[in-house]
């Protein structure tokens, strides 16, 4: 793997970009369901600096993702609390799941490199990029002759 700061290492990284990312490995399956987890894990790095070990840790948290999801929307549906078979007042049990789940989802991202310090960098250098965004974003509009980059 050649050094990003060179021709070689900037070429490898163009062809890298331009190849189709990872498909689930065999034995990890994913559903629809947690396919759009998957993508936005295979997007966070280039595809060869996932190993066949990365690719079978980020579909299992894809699928903790997409069921940490799931948990969330029946919490929202059925309420934080419930009553008991003796009207006492109880938390849901899918808070807690949701909440183990969490945890978990949070130890696979930090095992596979996703976490945020990893892919956005260190929340001093995050302030300027944020300012810049925020700068460019306010003169976005000012002239439809002017050509910006395309969103993919």
Avoid at 98 to 106: E, G, I, K, M, T
Wanted: charge should be negative.
């Amino acid at each position: 793997m050649a050094k990003i700061d060179t021709v070689a290492g900037a070429l490898e990284a163009t062809r890298d970009a331009m190849t189709a990312p990872h498909e689930p490995p065999p034995g990890a399956e994913l559903t629809a369901a947690d396919r759009p987890f998957w993508e936005a894990l295979m997007a966070t790095r280039a595809r060869r600096l996932w190993t066949p070990a990365d690719l079978h840790l980020a579909a299992q948290l894809a699928r903790y993702l997409r069921r940490t999801q799931e948990l969330e929307a029946l919490v929202e549906q059925e309420g934080a609390i419930y009553r008991d078979q003796h009207d006492s007042p109880k938390p849901h049990p899918a808070v807690k799941m949701s909440q183990d789940l969490s945890r978990q989802c949070v130890a696979i991202a930090r095992l596979l490199q996703v976490h945020p310090l990893a892919t956005a960098g260190r929340s001093e250098n995050q302030t300027a990029r944020n300012e810049a965004h925020r700068q460019a974003a306010g003169t976005s509009g000012a002239d439809d002759l002017i050509a910006r980059p395309m969103e993919h």
